[in-house]
């Protein structure tokens, strides 16, 4: 294994580290934010004063937390779908560049 192979690995996981970092956080704001919202839910609960208003509560809850648990998938998507292009793309370069060496001494 040469330098350059051991710079390009360092290189393709510092991004990798980098990225499940941005994941780690980008779960964690989430969770934090739907804590909020059952938060909210216990609090608008406690003030129903009939049926229909807790009903009302929970499809509120309920449609909220769907929304945002498909928007929070699609961005965890796009992270991962652009980190797995970066690495693909380094581990092409990698090989080409290696390939045009081995090229060049035979």
Known sequence: MNGNML???AKINAKFSATMQNLGKEWTE???ARLHEDQQL???LRHCKT??????AYVQFWQDAFAQY???ARRIMKISQGVVEETA???QEHADASAESINRAA
């Open 89 to 91: 793309r380094a581990v």
């Open 30 to 32: 989430f969770v934090g």
């Open 51 to 56: 049926l229909p208003e807790i009903q009302q």
């Open 7 to 9: 710079s390009e690995t």
């Open 70 to 72: 498909g928007e929070e």
């Open 42 to 44: 216990l609090d608008a």
